[in-house]
């Protein structure tokens, strides 16, 4: 593997370093939820972070996201050092992400979610947009067809204008990838987009991530339980256990890994 | 009519309109939640775009172009783009799995596929393999397609532009092919679904489709400032003669909608003035309609059943022009405008001029319904054969219970076995390399037998259909017997969603009975009854209550029929799957196949005529991706109250 990339096994070009974690540690007062972990994510890749309970995968996605500021270590984004910051100058930089526990406005229809997914992207005023005049109108409705594209790209069309809290769990996630995407983010973070799924809808789920990988170029990194689906889906795959970095590497050089084996499966005790 | 000589292919009709038209909308397409649309002009430049692209890719005069897809403004085009090159489109059904689609490629020896999205264009490479006659395969909508092997496929949209950049070495080839289409050129084929055996390929000229578009056109006064909904399977032969028969001859416009799933939707905002659906969507719709008046608040419940009274009394009467009193007038004027408008409206009937629904029996109380409401809903009568036109009912004479008369140029005959036989300007030129089927339906002098038993009504001169003409048998003891009869009565009950009735041979009748999910899962709400799939609400005592009381009151109505009355149910029972056509038990029309289902429930058959309490069964399904599982259950078996009628057995040698 070199600096400038490689190519994966069904052929597609992964560019260079787009984000890299150096040395992370990240402690709660007295419990350490990462202890020095490093690793990089490439452009174009599908990157998974799997790992048993409690690993420490959800704080890891956090400090990629910004939300966790590591007490030591470094993360670099696009070439550059990143300083602590805001949540939206975080989506501001690119980086969307979607939650364990579906965070969605309930009480909004689908197409209004998705639409708060453009607001980093919105350039009028407040009052220009109250009033709906001149470019603030101009500007929404460049931004409806760029939403619009993105429900048919996930063809949720039949629920665009139903409220969110009507929704079955598996299209609510949907929606989430939805509003994600529409910040057009360079990196797409997933947090377990499966859970709670039933094997269809976990196809589905499947073949939209590898879709917006695809079709948008967008970099993914995720957190999922369900092994096989990371198997399947990711090129690369960090292995934690106990706040630990135990693997990194392609799907099948990580399942043959004997402490990634024990993690999962135990070991007999001599 | 000199000009009426020259347009003699839709190609010509296309000519015409862009003349005639140019600024009109021709074709509106729901996407990205705003309708799109293509005058005539644009939309003729599209479709000469498309032919010349097919040209530069190899397309010969005489071949044959499948097309798959849900109905878009691009596959149309892509039909009538065909035909300009000499080629013969032949649409198929979009959710026929690889398997059928592979039979019916064979077949037609099609070189050209066009297909509407990666789910299709996977079906045929899927069946390319073993076919090795496609030879080129486009498709609309891009997204996914990036990593295919891209030597024989292209992108409609490349196809069009390299046409159009090409247009100086294939402008002279196109005219020419265009000025050879003659009325006896063949328009289109089309694969009847087949309700025995394989597909059959009916090909219908040029002369077909214009003359019967031309003939019923006029019936219903259709003109250029009408909407339709193209929402039906595009392989049916009446999505091609309302889409682009009827479109072309009349220059209406074409709506199709975002995707099956915004149907409804899409039909309220578009709001079509000619509809056709089959009764199965207009008993939807009033299904919704009923749960959700159970669902309103008490004031809104009284006034839409006051209303709809008053609607039910007069309404018909109203629509059709029949003398009614100014109080009633008033009156419906006053519901109209607080019940019956917004209601059409929510429905998406508000601009409806003419309706009508066809292939099925539709319930008295359904087809009342929307008579009532001020919508001009009729019923006709045909086949793909026929060029769809066989019957249809005049405005003004409209029953629940008749076909209507002879569609203009068509005439009907009625054999000594009561099958009935029609010869019109439609009637198909043959089936494609099945000279003996086509001699079999198709007599010397152009009579073709429909294979349905029916009768003239003496007094108004409307046809009467009983049911298929092989259905139709004798039971035992020599009494006559229609399933059809029996099952369409059943199906009237929204809890019922399909039926099957055997007897045929036997000493009694029996039924097979399929819940409608939505009808009985909303009763099941209500009532606080859990259950958690199809099988268990299909096994629940309770619903087997339910539907023991409706055979009875159908065995009620039967008996009443002194011909048809040995064909009560006694026995039946409520099948723990619904029928599908994907595990062949349905065509993809959604009409029964007997002898499969026959077949493949033979232990249930058994046990509804030995007595059983119940049956423990095995059933095979097919999933949507062509996997297979199986299904057990144990199936309970119910009498059912029969009538015992007044006169018999004096009757029984007359039938």
Request: proline content about 4%.
């Amino acid at each position: 593997m070199s600096a400038e990339g490689y190519t994966t096994a069904d052929g597609r070009k992964i560019g260079g370093v787009l984000m890299e974690m150096k040395n992370i540690t990240l402690r709660f007062g007295g419990v350490k939820a990462i202890t020095d972990i490093s690793f990089d994510i490439r452009e174009g890749e599908i990157r998974a972070i799997i790992g048993p309970n409690g690993a420490g995968k959800s704080s890891m996605l956090n400090v990629i996201s910004g939300f966790y500021v590591p007490q030591e270590g470094e993360v670099w984004f696009r070439g550059q050092k990143r300083a602590p910051m805001r949540p939206y100058e975080v989506a501001r930089q690119g980086i969307a992400r979607t939650f364990q526990n579906i965070a969605l406005f309930e009480g909004m229809t689908v197409l209004d979610n998705i639409m708060t997914g453009r607001l980093t992207l919105m350039e009028s005023g407040l009052a220009a947009q109250s009033l709906w005049w001149g470019k603030a109108q101009r500007e929404e409705v460049a931004h409806r067809e760029k939403v619009e594209k993105i429900i048919d790209f996930l063809e949720i069309q039949p629920i665009r204008k139903t409220p969110v809290g009507r929704l079955p769990y598996g299209l609510k996630k949907r929606v989430e990838l939805a509003r994600a995407l529409a910040a057009e983010p360079k990196l797409l973070l997933l947090d377990e987009p499966m859970a709670g799924m039933n094997v269809e809808e976990k196809e589905d789920m499947c073949r939209f991530i590898l879709d917006v990988n695809d079709e948008f170029g967008t970099t993914i990194a995720l957190i999922e339980h369900d092994m096989g689906v990371v198997m399947d889906l990711s090129d690369r795959v960090v292995v934690m256990d106990y706040g630990k970095k135990i693997g990194d590497g392609p799907p099948d050089e990580v399942r043959s890994n004997p402490d990634v084996i024990r993690a999962y499966l135990g070991v007999e005790h001599a | 009519m000199a000009a009426t000589d020259e347009l003699t292919s839709i190609p010509a009709l296309l000519a015409r309109n862009a003349r005639l038209y140019a600024g009109r909308p021709a074709w509106r397409e729901k996407e990205f939640g705003i309708w799109q649309s293509w005058t005539w002009d644009e939309g003729a430049a599209e479709i000469r775009g498309i032919a010349l692209g097919f040209l530069a890719l190899g397309l010969n005069p005489g071949d044959h172009v499948a097309i798959i897809g849900r109905n878009r403004p691009a596959l149309y085009w892509s039909m009538i783009a065909a035909q300009m090159c000499g080629a013969v489109p032949v649409p198929l059904y979009q959710d026929a799995v690889a398997e059928e689609m592979a039979y019916v490629l064979e077949n037609c020896g099609a070189r050209f596929v066009i297909c509407g999205d990666q789910e299709q264009v996977d079906k045929v490479i899927e069946v390319q393999d073993r076919l090795h006659l496609v030879e080129q395969i486009v498709y609309v909508d891009k997204r996914g397609m990036r990593k295919y092997d891209h030597s024989r496929m292209n992108a409609l949209a490349d196809v069009e532009a390299e046409g159009k950049a090409g247009h100086f070495r294939f402008e002279a080839e196109l005219e020419a092919r265009i000025a050879a289409l003659t009325y006896d050129s063949t328009c289109v084929m089309l694969y009847t679904s087949g309700t025995t055996g394989k597909p059959k390929g009916v090909v219908l000229s040029n002369r077909n489709i214009i003359e019967t578009a031309r003939n019923t056109s006029g019936f219903d006064k259709l003109r250029p400032g009408d909407d339709v909904l193209a929402y039906l399977p595009m392989a049916w032969v009446g999505d091609f003669i309302f889409s682009v028969g009827q479109a072309m001859w009349t220059g209406f416009c074409v709506n199709c909608p975002e995707s099956a799933a915004t149907m409804m939707t899409d039909l309220r905002e578009v709001g079509p003035t000619y509809f056709f659906a089959p009764p199965r969507v207009f008993e939807g719709q009033l299904t919704q309609v009923m749960i959700r008046m159970e669902d309103a608040g008490r004031l809104k419940k009284a006034m839409f059943d006051r209303c709809m009274k008053i609607a039910r009394r007069v309404g018909p009467a109203i629509l059709d022009g029949k003398p009614v009193g100014l109080g009633d007038r008033l009156a419906y004027w006053i519901g109209d405008k607080l019940v019956y408008g917004p209601l059409k409206n929510t429905l998406g009937f508000s601009r409806i001029r003419v309706g009508y629904t066809a292939g099925e029996a539709i319930g008295p109380e359904i087809f009342d319904f929307y008579r009532s409401l001020g919508i001009n809903l009729k019923q006709l009568y045909g086949q793909t054969e026929a060029t769809v036109f066989i019957t249809q009912q005049p405005d003004g004479e409209v029953r629940s219970d008749t076909v209507g008369v002879p569609s203009p140029g068509v005439e009907v005959r009625i054999a000594e076995n009561g099958e009935v036989f029609y010869r019109s300007p439609g009637t198909f030129v043959e089936y494609y390399k099945n000279p003996e089927s086509t001699a079999s339906t198709k007599d010397a002098e152009g009579w073709v037998a429909t294979g349905d038993a029916g009768f003239f009504e003496e007094k108004s001169g409307h046809l009467r259909i009983i049911d298929r003409a092989k259905d139709v048998g004798k039971m035992a003891d020599g009494r006559l017997f229609a399933p059809k009869y029996v099952e369409n009565k059943l199906k009237f009950f929204p809890n019922i969603l399909e039926a099957v009735v055997f007897g045929n041979g036997r000493d009694r009748c029996t039924a097979f009975i399929n819940i409608d999910l939505t009808a009985v899962g909303n009763w099941a709400e209500r009532n606080n009854i859990a259950y958690s799939s199809y099988q268990e609400l299909a096994g629940h005592p309770r619903v087997y209550e339910t539907i023991a009381r409706h055979v009875a009151e159908v065995n009620a109505s039967v008996a009443e029929d002194a011909v048809l009355s040995g064909c009560q149910i006694h026995r039946f029972c409520i099948l723990h799957k619904e029928l599908d056509a994907d595990d062949g038990e349905m065509t993809r029309t959604r009409k029964v196949r007997r002898n499969v289902i026959e077949t493949k429930y033979a232990d249930l058959i058994a046990g509804l005529y030995d007595g059983a309490a119940s049956v423990a069964t095995e059933t095979e399904v097919t999933y949507e991706d062509g996997r297979k599982g199986a299904i057990r259950a144990n199936v309970r078996m119910m009498d059912a109250a029969t009538v015992t009628p007044n006169r018999t057995p004096d009757r029984r040698a007359a039938a």
